[in-house]
Structures are given as structure tokens and as C-alpha cells.
């Protein structure tokens, strides 16, 4: 089984920038696509930016030209750096993958349809 977890959420200005980091329980092998989504109250979860393993992205309009997704090999995560944040970026932010292997103690593990535990991002003066 394999399980995300994100991390770097927290409170911004508007006009701020925050930097989320998905990280796998083990080494990236391979997936399919790695998306972040969020989820403000109220709301329903909405896909925000995703990549695929050959390097596509896609992002919501709403975050054009202010988001970015990218895969860190240092770090190994999948990152979303997010600039000149608004209000209404405020969410939980979840890290999902539809299809990944990673490699754990010699032994490859490959899930389905992954969600994080989600971080908060709350931006607000």
C-alpha cells in the first residue's frame, strides 16, 4: 500500500507565496498522473494542477500563470509552488495519484487512486 503525505501548508498574505511537497512512502518508481487538489468548507474538492510522469501539466484556469507543479528529484516530491496568493486560494490542499509504484526496501508497491491526509492553507492580512 502506498500512501502520500504533503507537507509546507500554512498561512500566507495575499500576494504571498507557499511551496507544497507530496512525498511518497518510499521511492517514486513510476505513476500515471500526481495531481493537487483543494477543498475549501462549503466547497466541493476541485482538481487544481497535475503532472504527469512524462512531465505534462495542467492547471485549472484559476490558478493559471500563479501556480506551478513540478517533480523535485532531489527531494523526490511532487511540489506545487504557489505565488501571488488570494483569499480565495484558502483550502485543504490533498496530493493524489491514480496509479504509482514506488520501491521500499527492495520491493516495489504499486497503488490505485492515492489520496494524502490533505494540509491547510489559509491565506489571509
Known amino acids: 500500500q502506498v500512501q502520500l503525505v504533503e507537507s509546507g501548508g500554512g498561512l500566507a498574505q495575499p500576494g504571498g507565496s507557499l511551496r507544497l511537497s507530496c512525498r511518497a512512502s518510499?521511492?517514486?518508481?513510476?505513476?500515471?498522473?500526481i495531481s493537487w487538489h483543494r477543498q475549501a468548507p462549503g466547497y466541493q474538492r476541485e482538481l487544481v494542477a497535475s503532472?504527469?510522469?512524462?512531465?505534462?501539466?495542467n492547471y485549472v484556469d484559476a490558478v493559471k500563470g500563479r501556480f506551478t507543479i513540478s517533480r523535485d528529484g532531489a527531494t523526490d516530491t511532487i511540489d506545487l509552488q504557489m505565488d501571488s496568493l488570494k483569499p480565495e486560494d484558502s483550502a485543504v490542499y490533498y496530493c493524489?495519484?491514480?496509479?504509482?509504484?514506488?520501491?521500499?526496501?527492495?520491493?516495489?508497491?504499486?497503488?490505485?487512486?492515492?489520496w494524502g491526509q490533505g494540509t491547510h492553507v489559509t491565506v489571509s492580512s
Open positions: 493524489y495519484a491514480d496509479a504509482i509504484t514506488i520501491r521500499r526496501a527492495s520491493a516495489y508497491h504499486r497503488s490505485f487512486g492515492v
Open positions: 518510499g521511492t517514486i518508481s513510476n505513476f500515471g498522473t
Open positions: 503532472i504527469t510522469d512524462g512531465g505534462r501539466t
